[in-house]
């Protein structure tokens, strides 16, 4: 009897490793870039976030194209705070639940202006904050 709990408790060991595993490589952070927009901007993707300096843009410029690709796509905005140095926009898209949202967050830094777009969903959607950042950068004329 002994031996028959000894293999069932290595192979609940072996499964809570491998499960472990799994989820370690399905959460790990890695980092990929591309070069966005005409100008070449690059983008930095980190699950969920998508980040890209922007340089001499003013951020409200900046958050008025993140709202209005937003609502050309059919979101509905929930959040939208300006200020001359930044700010956030959050909406959510057409046909899902609240639980799914996309948050745009402008700063200036000390090297320009920095935007960072993230959408909730279950493990982020890199495709998704790319195309936004696209259509934002194209809508900035860069």
């Known amino acids: 009897m002994a031996t028959k709990a000894g293999v069932r408790m290595a192979a609940a060991a072996a499964l809570m490793v491998g499960a472990l595993g799994l989820v370690g490589g399905l ?4 980092t990929s870039q591309q070069a966005q927009g005409r100008s070449g901007i690059v983008a930095s993707y980190g699950r969920p976030t ?3 300096d922007l340089g001499d843009v003013r951020p409200p410029s900046v958050l008025m194209a993140a709202e209005e ?9 929930v959040s939208s705070e300006v200020t001359e140095y930044g700010g956030d926009v959050a909406g959510r898209p057409p ?3 609240s ?4 948050e745009v967050s402008v700063r200036e830094t ?5 935007i960072k777009l993230s959408y909730n969903k279950p ?7 790319r195309s936004v950042l696209s259509d934002v950068l194209a809508r900035l004329g860069l």
Do not use: H, P, W
Request: glycine fraction near 12%; charged fraction near 20%; aromatic fraction near 8%.
């Open 123 to 129: 493990f982020g959607d890199e495709a998704l904050v």
């Open 99 to 102: 639980l799914n949202t996309l």
């Open 50 to 52: 998508l980040t890209a």
């Open 27 to 30: 959460s790990g952070c890695k």
């Open 95 to 97: 046909r899902y639940s």
């Open 69 to 77: 690709v937003m609502r050309s796509r059919g979101y509905t905005i």
């Open 110 to 114: 000390l090297d320009g202006t920095q």
